[in-house]
């Protein structure tokens, strides 16, 4: 009896082995494929070779999203600021020790953009005292989301147009309201009637949603390693936070709500705390 009890164990072994080989292969997630685009606004592409199982990459300390590709082939995904100095920089891959890799951002330049805002959507332009204590209170919630780094990816492959309208709004516009100079567009419209279904553009878990000054109704959805994206303006958010959230599932309808000129849908990505262009997370 006693020869066989060491066989027995051998075999469970066996099976905890195969179980959790069946489940690290149902759980390979796509990577996300991104051009490289060394601009501000844009997302550096860094490639590197490693046999370590979990490398990690750092930009000023600030963790970046790294994803497999094929073999010993890894890329750190790097958001780069609007207002980013031009120039050389670094990043630095820890796999087995620190690795640093150089890559220059380029010049890039975004258009201009003039809107109007008359009636009662002026205060949007001048807030009144009680509404700059509602912004300044609202600018600490929202501030935060984007600062969200979870270490589960759940993004799978290239993201999806999260509405079909046209886009009336590109990324990186730089801004005028009624004549005076606000922050660039960090994100990208597009028109669509209120109503019109918001579908997820990756798979995600709702961070946050709430009715806000500027933004009006707004959800955020943090698709791991500090890929966040936000949905504003929304006449209505269909999603609670904390949900998972599957890529194509609606999450809310096309709005006004806060600074909106019209029913449109505002979709911001961020990536390291940074606004990107979304349309390179679609392979665009
Ligand atoms: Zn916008």
Redesign the pocket.
Known sequence: MEKFIPRLKKLKTLKKISLLLLLSSTMTLASIPIKNTPVPGGIAVIDFKTNHSNPKAFYRKVPLYVQHIKNDHWQALLGIPLMEKLGKKSITVKDFSNHIFEFEIKKHTYEEQHITLKGKKKKYVNPTDAHMQRIKKERLILSKPRMTFSTQTLADGAFTRPVDGPTT?AFGLKRFYNGQARRP?A?L?YAGNTGTAIKAPANGKVLLTGRYFFNGNAIFLDHGQGLVSVYIHLDKHLVKQGQSVKQGEIIGMVGQTGRATGPHL?WGIYLNRTAVNPNLLMGE
């Open positions: 709004g567009h994100g419209d505002h």
